[in-house]
Antibody
Framework: QVQLVESGGGVVQPGGSLRLSCAAS????????MHWVRQAPGKGLEWVAG????????YSADSVKGRFTISRDNSKNTLSLQMNSLRPEDTSVYYC???????????????WGQGILVTVSS | QSALTQPRSVSGSPGQSVAISCTGT?????????VSWYQQHPGKAPKLMIY???KRPSGVPDRFSASKSGNTASLTISGLQAEDEADYYC??????????FGGGTRLTVL
């Protein structure tokens, strides 16, 4: 079955950096677009970044543009999110998520990881 | 990239029907037939309930239905059950591997 397991979360000071990873299994990782979606405590879902199945295209939300970078390694079935210049408002549970269809445009999140907490605080 | 607009809360009694609206723009909801709906119970990851405006993934009861008109999408839950009490989020494709979510609606089953 499809499994998405996030790692790399924790507590970081404002202005610091953190790298999240997502280990994917149970499907052909290189055939699916992937996303990061976050949820601040007690708040709603916010799309963070998306990447095409082959890694040739990547996009991010205005709120993180220039600070966060999404990437993937199809040889290792791994999705990553490099987060720099972190702010307190970045404190959230971060979900790794898979697109619905093979070689799709990343239009629908189907599978979600369990999420990992990132806390930005001094 | 403004969030889609949803009512903050809706409620209904068991057996009744409720509808949740989701309003966007011509750049997202109105521009693509890629509207999806998610159910989220406390402490859990979201679950896909509707995709491509009105399609249900395998295993989702047919009590859940959805539609779209112009820049507004709607989710209807009929025959409300206690386990339907959750937060519901709409989501729309906005082009180029970009998604936008609604602010979420808390459904209370009275």
């Amino acid at each position: 079955q499809v499994q998405l397991v996030e790692s790399g979360g924790g507590v970081v000071q404002p202005g610091g950096s953190l790298r999240l990873s997502c280990a994917a299994s149970g499907f052909t990782f290189s055939n699916y677009a992937m996303h990061w979606v976050r949820q601040a405590p007690g708040k709603g879902l916010e799309w963070v970044a998306g990447i095409s199945y082959d890694g040739s295209s990547e996009y991010s939300a205005d709120s993180v543009k220039g600070r966060f970078t999404i990437s993937r390694d199809n040889s290792k079935n791994t999705l990553s999110l490099q987060m720099n210049s972190l702010r307190p408002e970045d404190t959230s549970v971060y979900y790794c998520a898979r697109d619905l269809g093979e070689r799709g445009v990343g239009a629908t999140v189907y599978y979600w990881g369990q999420g990992i907490l990132v806390t930005v605080s001094s | 990239q403004s969030a889609l607009t949803q009512p903050r809360s809706v409620s209904g009694s068991p057996g009744q029907s409720v509808a949740i609206s989701c309003t966007g723009t011509s750049s997202d909801v109105g521009g693509y037939n890629f509207v999806s709906w998610y159910q989220q119970h406390p402490g859990k990851a979201p679950k896909l309930m509707i995709y491509n405006v009105n399609k249900r993934p395998s295993g989702v009861p047919d009590r859940f239905s959805a539609s779209k008109s112009g820049n507004t999408a709607s989710l209807t839950i009929s025959g409300l059950q206690a386990e339907d009490e959750a937060d519901y989020y709409c989501c729309s494709y906005a082009g180029s591997y970009t998604l936008v979510f609604g602010g979420g609606t808390r459904l209370t089953v009275l």
